[in-house]
């Protein structure tokens, strides 16, 4: 490293402030061009008008429009929305079993409630019992049929964990069951 010099701002600063003080002459600002002054002529005043009057055929117009626009937008969307219920349907794999085009028998614990905290019975039983299978899952858990934090927080590790979506965290839905029934062996008899 080489050494600078600190206070040479400082001096430019002094040099600049004496070369202002001494003697810089004021310049005059520029003159306009000989005959410019003949050129340039003063606007007349605008005269004071009123704006024009609005129609309120004009305004029921716009607001008419608007509303079918909207409509149509409305309809639009909603028909894309069915569409894309109905078609989805279409696309799914085929169910295995002996016919491909019948649709898959619903499993028997399907059309049962969705299953929550505060439940109890066989159908909390047959839950726990199921998540005992699952690594991991339901730690500690027991098959006493009620539907307690610990089975909601099982519920919801097992959710995370496989990535089932439709049902509220903690809830043991449709979506919840059949993910848990595919790793467990199928429904229940």
């Known amino acids: 490293m080489r050494p600078r010099r600190t206070d040479a701002l400082a001096e430019l600063f002094r040099e600049f402030e004496r070369e202002r003080q001494g003697g810089d002459e004021p310049v005059p600002p ?34 008419a429009s608007a509303l079918a626009v909207a409509a149509a937008a409305l309809t639009g969307f909603g028909g894309a929305l069915l569409l894309s219920e109905r078609n989805s349907g279409r696309h799914a794999a085929p169910a295995p079993g002996p016919s491909a085009t019948a649709p898959p028998a619903p499993p028997p614990s399907a059309g049962r409630a969705f299953l929550r905290e505060g439940d109890a019975g066989p159908e909390v039983t047959e839950l726990q019992e199921r998540l005992l299978r699952v690594p991991d899952v339901y730690r500690a858990g027991t098959t006493d049929g009620g539907y307690d934090a610990t089975l909601s927080a099982a519920v919801a590790r097992f959710q995370l964990r496989y990535g089932v979506r439709g049902d509220e965290t903690g809830v043991y839905g449709d979506d919840t069951r059949l993910a848990l029934e595919s790793r467990t062996g199928g429904p229940a008899t």
């Open 30 to 63: 520029p003159r306009p061009p000989a005959g410019s002054q003949d050129r340039t002529q003063e606007l007349p005043p605008v005269p004071a008008c009123r704006p024009p009057a609005t129609r309120s055929r004009s305004g029921t117009r716009r607001t």
